[in-house]
């Protein structure tokens, strides 16, 4: 039981932290409400099952060449921004209380996806965390229950993303106009900054 505990909240903590992925939820969920904010999450999701594979098959460790390092964050830096001015200019449109919206769920979860696997922190991440942890799950347990441990992680993360867009749809529902829009602007512009981050770190990785 302390291994499953253990497993879920190392789940709760890879999901936690502040990030493009957290941005994006609190936008969708004010833009259009709970399951907008839940499918952003759970495209994230499918490339954290992905990273998860990949380490486990050793993978990943082609992901840390230098070509691939300087795609990722270039991809990364095109993604983010994207999304960001996209966010900026829905800002304006956005209505307390409204609900519903032109975007499609596949849509929405296709973005979560795409930030998260062109996430290049989030390669270093699993590689450096979860390859830690599985090192260690297979040292000690055997193929299924370092499966089920693996899939552990996964429900914390999946806690998190459902606490995400109920917190992002009920300020939905309490803010004003302005406010929801306020949060808006502010979302695209931390995604703006994680892509010219991103940008930044393709730049030294290729000219040093």
Do not use: C
Not at 40 to 67: E, N, S, W
Not at 107 to 136: C, E, H, K, Q
């Amino acid at each position: 039981m302390n291994a499953f505990i253990s497993h879920f909240f190392l789940g709760l903590s890879l999901a936690a932290p502040t990030g493009p992925i957290n941005a994006a939820q609190m936008d969708r969920g004010i833009r259009h409400g709970f399951l907008h904010a839940w499918f952003i999450g759970l495209g994230a999701m499918l490339a954290d099952a992905i990273f998860m594979l990949l380490v486990y098959f050793g993978v990943i460790h082609f992901l840390d060449r230098t070509f691939m390092r300087t795609f990722l964050w270039l991809f990364g830096f095109f993604v983010l921004t994207y999304v960001g001015v996209e966010t900026l200019i829905g800002a304006g449109k956005t209505q307390g209380g409204q609900r519903g919206g032109d975007e499609s769920l596949f849509r929405t979860f296709a973005a979560g996806f795409l930030m998260s696997i062109s996430n290049p922190m989030s390669v270093l991440f699993w590689l450096g965390i979860y390859g830690s942890v599985l090192a260690d799950m297979i040292a000690r347990y055997e193929a299924l229950e370092v499966m089920v441990y693996s899939s552990t992680i996964m429900a914390g993360i999946l806690l998190w993303d459902l606490f995400m867009a109920l917190t992002a749809s009920a300020f939905r529902r309490m803010l004003t106009s302005r406010l929801l829009a306020g949060i808006s602007v502010v979302s695209g512009l931390s995604l703006i900054g994680f892509g010219l981050y991103f940008g930044w770190e393709a730049y030294r990785v290729l000219f040093g």
